[in-house]
């Protein structure tokens, strides 16, 4: 039985024209997205289990993110289908496919983009010691999926607008004064813009990445999120400070794991002038070797101020990251603090004063060393 034998068929049944052809169109309809569900189905089914038998985690990634997507596109395809044969339905779809086509296609578009982000970001391992390049990787690949998702949800709404012929007139029409209005609208969106172009500029020249241990503003932390207008810095008591791209573009900021991931700290100690400083070294080179968070690079002891009533000892020592070093600092100076007061309690600063000479008095009763003394005599 042909289309028109079925038709045929129902009309007798049903006896209208219009219910007929009704009735035929979501049949269907209903019949075409049925099959469509069942062969994604399937096929996904098969995709998914030679993504499993690889040892590759991108393919399942990239499979679990399109699976969603990818179903709503077949469906479509197959009402596109049955609706080239139904002109019930074919009315109905010439007005709906200028917004659903490209909302589908930018989907897909958006999610395979972002599947492919995620199993590059995947390779930037940033557990090794050294993870300045993976940092950098995944800095350069997180701000390019936001501009990328941008570009794509822009194309998607203007091809979605275009589609209505009374937007796309005066979208027309509009062209002449377009010059001005972008004016008026940079001119007040002058902010805005300008945090905008400096996520561009934080992509290209690479001034900070994820990860990086900064200090801006005066405060400490760590870069924890970097957006398209704003960075997020994560200081050590778990605030966050959210930080304009502008701010690292025009300002000076320090940023202590531009080149490594390996940084110097020191800790400064303060003892008594009469203090021996030969058993302080030894101690401090006993605690810096035992305490696992030390990379082994650098640990030295200096002496780098004398003053009337304190010596200033620095003591060097270097570990493989920031969070690291700062423990690390930590370990060093407890430790020393504790080993001072109970092997070396003398070595504690303590403030002189000064008692003054006694005076002696001469029998004639003046005071000697006093001026009225001397001019007495």
Not at 144 to 160: D, L
Not at 353 to 377: N, Y
Request: overall charge neutral.
């Amino acid at each position: 039985m042909n289309l028109d034998q079925l038709r045929s068929w129902i009309r007798d049944q049903v006896g209208s024209n219009g219910a007929t052809e009704w009735i035929i169109a979501l049949g269907g309809a209903a019949l075409a997205v049925l099959v469509a569900l069942v062969v994604h189905r399937v096929v996904f089914h098969v995709l998914l289990r030679f993504a499993n038998a690889s040892d590759l985690e991108a393919d399942n990634i990239v499979l679990r993110r399109i699976a969603r997507p990818t179903r709503y596109a077949l469906v479509a395809l197959a009402l596109v289908l049955v609706a080239r044969e139904l002109p019930a339905l074919e009315h109905i779809w010439e007005r709906l496919a200028g917004f659903v086509m490209p909302a589908l296609i930018g989907w897909i578009a958006i999610t395979l983009f972002h599947a492919l982000i995620k199993t590059m970001i995947l390779r930037a391992d940033v557990s090794v010691e050294d993870n300045l390049s993976a940092r950098r990787k995944r800095t350069r690949l997180v701000i390019f999926s936001r501009i990328g998702t941008f570009i794509i949800v822009f194309i998607v709404i203007a091809m979605m607008l275009l589609s209505i012929p009374g937007v796309r007139d005066i979208g027309i029409t509009l062209m002449a004064s377009a010059g001005l209005a972008g004016l008026a609208v940079g001119a007040a969106a002058q902010p805005a813009l300008k945090s905008l172009i400096g996520g561009f500029q934080l992509a290209l020249t690479e001034p900070i990445s994820i990860g990086d241990a900064v200090i801006i503003g005066g405060e400490w932390g760590w870069i924890e999120e970097i957006r398209m207008t704003y960075v997020v810095v994560k200081v050590w008591d778990e605030r966050r400070l959210v930080v304009p791209t502008s701010k690292f573009l025009d300002e000076i900021f320090q940023n202590w794991t531009k080149k490594t991931a390996q940084l110097m700290g020191t800790v400064m100690l303060y003892v008594d002038p009469h203090t021996k400083l030969d058993p302080i070294r030894a101690k401090f080179m006993e605690i810096v070797e035992s305490n696992r968070r030390w990379d082994k690079r650098v640990k030295h002891m200096q002496v780098t101020e004398l003053t009337r009533d304190a010596i200033e000892v620095r003591f060097l020592m270097t570990a493989k990251d920031s969070p690291t070093l700062f423990d690390l600092r930590c370990d060093v100076r407890e430790a020393l603090i504790q080993w001072l007061a109970e092997e070396m309690p003398e070595a504690i600063v303590r403030q002189r004063i000064a008692s003054p000479e006694p005076l002696r008095v001469e029998s004639s009763g003046a005071e000697v060393g006093s001026p009225g003394g001397q001019a007495m005599g």
